[in-house]
């Protein structure tokens, strides 16, 4: 499905019927990621994953970095333009990034959280400066630089020797996203702000899953927002990297969805006139 959301034409798939709940993709990824969760959603709920301007099938915004705040306005704008009153948001990594900048910015659209390989501290300065140098190769060097230096840190030692089609799916993702899209967004995760002390201000029920073997979001920062996010629910998945959905589908989606038939009623569908 497309149309133009926030002045751009967006991208995005849509499949079930039901409550909704909106899969907000990584980096550098898109909507494609999301495969294993579309085809195992549990009956009376609406799958919507778009792909983040400047990804997959959407298109680039005017110049500047793509920040969380503006990523979010996004999703915002993607909901208004579904009649959708909230949904459940579900984020990966910079994914989670957005959903934190979704529920600052947009919050009576957050009807809950699923935070998968995330964390809601900001960059420090060296990874800050990190991503701006690498901002800086990506736009003379292609997408090379990134995706091998993030490729052999992304999943776990015993999710590539289960699942050795998965590198190859995963790298044709990566390598589909223009170098300057990748640039654009590593300076807008640069400069995104800490969501610390946003955790005690989130009131919605949350499902938080994270690897144990999470080489990009160690675990440590999962349990930190764990801690500090009232009654959200953690599950730490043995043996897994920094793609918890794509890397244990199974017990993803088992987590998932036990949390989805568990929210309590549902007021998502349709916006009343
Ligand atoms: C992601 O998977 O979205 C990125 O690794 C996030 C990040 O670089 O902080």
Not at 47 to 62: E, H, M, Q, T, V
Not at 236 to 258: A, I, K, Q, T, V
């Amino acid at each position: 499905m497309q149309a133009i959301v926030n002045s751009i034409r967006m991208h995005w798939r849509d499949e079930g019927e039901g409550e909704p709940i909106v899969f907000i993709h990584g980096f550098p990824f898109n909507s494609r990621m999301w495969d294993p969760q579309f085809s195992a959603l549990p009956a009376g709920w609406r799958a919507i994953a778009p792909d983040l301007r400047g990804f997959g099938a959407s298109a680039a915004g005017p110049a500047g970095p793509y920040t969380m705040d503006q990523f979010a306005d996004d999703i915002a704008g993607l909901i208004d333009h579904l009649g959708i009153r909230n949904a459940v948001i579900c984020g990966l990594s910079m994914g989670g990034y957005v959903a934190f900048a979704l529920h600052r910015r947009h919050r009576e659209k957050v009807r809950a959280l699923v935070l998968c390989n995330t964390r809601p501290g900001a960059d420090t300065e060296e990874a800050r400066r990190g991503r701006l140098v690498q901002a800086a190769r990506v736009r003379e060097e292609g997408v090379a630089p990134v995706v091998e230096s993030m490729l052999p840190r992304l999943m776990s030692d015993l999710s590539v020797k289960k699942h050795p089609d998965l590198v190859g799916r995963v790298r044709g993702i990566m390598e589909s996203t223009p170098p300057e899209t990748m640039a654009r967004s590593l300076e807008g995760m640069a400069q995104r702000p800490s969501s610390e002390d946003q955790l005690r201000d989130i009131a919605v029920s949350t499902l938080i899953v994270h690897g144990d073997d999470d080489a990009i979001v160690p675990r440590g920062e999962a349990q930190m927002m764990a801690r500090n996010l009232r009654g959200a629910r953690m599950e730490m998945l043995e043996d897994c990297g920094h793609l918890s959905n794509l890397e244990y589908p199974g017990e993803f989606n088992r987590h998932l969805n036990d949390f989805l038939e568990n929210l309590p009623a549902g007021y998502g569908k349709l916006k009343l006139a």
